[in-house]
């Protein structure tokens, strides 16, 4: 494990536009070997925030993305009773069926404990799970081990992992999980913060079509009834729709004509409401 006085340090990554705060925290959450849970709207960067201290760090990245049917057990092992069952009446594996460790594997959990090499832990949408998920979980990251019941084996974990949490605010998370936690919100990146974002994304961007997108963008996040409001990567995917088209007119686009609203809008609903609000086009 890392000394708490000789932490590594995350600086940013190449296709991650970091403020000052969030680089703090981050740093400060690994210096102190403590999870950090990441709360915003979809489309802030949680996730991606995983991606890029591995990235910078050099660490593999292991993903667990929790389900509301998930059993923490899923995400610590799982033993294979029917590989063991069907080894056993066929006699056809090269396993040696009595032993029941060779019918283990790891959850996702579990393999950033028995990595050889420290890793970056994602838990993605915590709130999805229901709150013994939440807080035996942090219970078993406190103490970097566990039991594998059926072997009679505890697991202890060979580094500590960087361990990133988000949070879509869903489900209100409990009082003794989140005084376990180091804290973070994304907010929503403001024009100048997503011009600088699409600068990484889009190096050559003119300036026009940069001024044109981001003022659509966020005139649209604003429209009343929208349930689901475009983010930074319907905001990417619907400038290198413009950019694809070979009849694409930057002049139609500052008049206020809005082509492509169905890569912006996912819900059938908010396209619809977009539509009748702009006379855009679902193409």
Same mark, same amino acid.
């Not at 995350?10 to 999870?35: C, H, R, T």
């Not at 605010?169 to 919100?185: E, I, T, V």
């Given at each position: 494990?890392?000394?708490?006085?000789?932490?590594?340090?995350?600086?940013?990554?190449?296709?991650?536009?970091?403020?000052?705060?969030?680089?703090?925290?981050?740093?400060?959450?690994?210096?102190?070997?403590?999870?950090?849970?990441?709360?915003?709207?979809p489309?802030? @960067?949680?996730?991606?925030?995983? !991606?890029?201290i591995?990235?910078?760090?050099? &660490?593999?990245?292991?993903? #667990? /993305? %929790?389900?509301?049917?998930?059993?923490?057990?899923?995400?610590?092992?799982?033993?294979?009773?029917?590989?063991?069952?069907?080894?056993?009446?066929?006699?056809?594996s090269?396993?040696?069926?009595?032993?029941?460790?060779?019918?283990?594997r790891?959850?996702?959990?579990?393999?950033?404990?028995?990595?050889?090499?420290?890793?970056?832990?994602?838990?993605?949408?915590?709130?999805?799970?229901?709150?013994?998920?939440?807080?035996?979980?942090?219970?078993?990251?406190?103490?970097?081990?566990?039991?594998?019941?059926?072997i009679?084996?505890?697991?202890?974990?060979?580094?500590?992992?960087?361990i990133?949490?988000?949070?879509n605010?869903?489900?209100?998370?409990?009082?003794?999980?989140? @005084?376990?936690?180091?804290?973070? !919100?994304i907010?929503?990146?403001?024009?100048? &913060?997503?011009?600088?974002? #699409? /600068? %990484?994304?889009?190096?050559?961007l003119?300036?026009?079509?940069?001024?044109?997108?981001?003022a659509?963008?966020?005139?649209?996040?604003?429209?009343?009834?929208?349930?689901?409001?475009?983010?930074?990567?319907?905001?990417?995917?619907?400038?290198?729709?413009?950019?694809?088209?070979?009849?694409?007119?930057?002049?139609?686009?500052?008049?206020?004509?809005?082509?492509?609203?169905?890569?912006?809008?996912?819900?059938?609903?908010?396209?619809?409401?977009?539509?009748?609000?702009?006379?855009?086009?679902?193409?």
């Open positions: 494990m890392n000394p708490i006085n000789e932490p590594a340090r995350f600086q940013g990554a190449a296709k991650y536009v970091l403020d000052e705060e969030l680089a703090k925290i981050v740093n400060v959450s690994i210096a102190l070997e403590m999870p950090l849970l990441l709360k915003g709207e489309g802030t @960067g949680k996730t991606m925030l995983a !991606h890029a591995a990235e910078s760090l050099a &660490m593999p990245l292991i993903v #667990l /993305n %929790v389900k509301s049917s998930m059993k923490l057990l899923d995400a610590l092992y799982q033993y294979d009773t029917l590989t063991r069952l069907n080894d056993s009446r066929f006699g056809d090269k396993r040696e069926v009595s032993n029941i460790e060779e019918y283990i790891m959850g996702k959990i579990g393999q950033a404990f028995v990595s050889d090499c420290r890793t970056v832990l994602l838990i993605d949408e915590i709130d999805k799970a229901d709150t013994d998920f939440q807080d035996d979980m942090l219970d078993i990251l406190d103490q970097m081990q566990f039991d594998i019941i059926e009679d084996r505890t697991v202890t974990a060979r580094n500590r992992p960087v990133i949490i988000t949070s605010a869903k489900k209100d998370l409990s009082d003794p999980f989140l @005084g376990r936690c180091n804290f973070h !919100h907010a929503f990146p403001d024009p100048e &913060m997503m011009r600088m974002i #699409l /600068n %990484v994304h889009f190096p050559k003119s300036e026009g079509l940069a001024k044109a997108c981001l659509a963008f966020y005139r649209l996040r604003e429209f009343r009834g929208i349930e689901k409001k475009p983010a930074t990567r319907e905001l990417i995917n619907w400038i290198r729709a413009l950019q694809a088209d070979p009849d694409f007119d930057l002049r139609s686009l500052e008049k206020g004509n809005l082509p492509y609203l169905g890569v912006l809008f996912k819900k059938s609903v908010d396209l619809d409401l977009a539509i009748q609000q702009t006379g855009g086009s679902r193409r």
